[in-house]
């Protein structure tokens, strides 16, 4: 069986929040060290407050 996938479309800069909170997860979620799980999530709650609008773009998608 296949993965879905969904294709939206997206502003471009909006795409561009997306893809840099998911990298940066992907890099949280990977790191066995607590103290740099810690400093990745308030980078990444640091990165969302500053970028709302386009955050808050995605969570109507």
Do not use: G, T, W
């Amino acid at each position: 069986m296949r993965d879905a996938q969904v294709v939206v479309d997206v502003p471009q800069d909006v795409a561009d929040v997306a893809d840099a909170v998911v990298a940066e997860l992907d890099q949280v979620l990977h790191s066995d060290r607590f103290l740099e799980r810690k400093f990745m999530l308030n980078h990444i709650d640091h990165y969302m407050k500053k970028n709302l609008d386009a955050v808050q773009q995605l969570q109507v998608l």
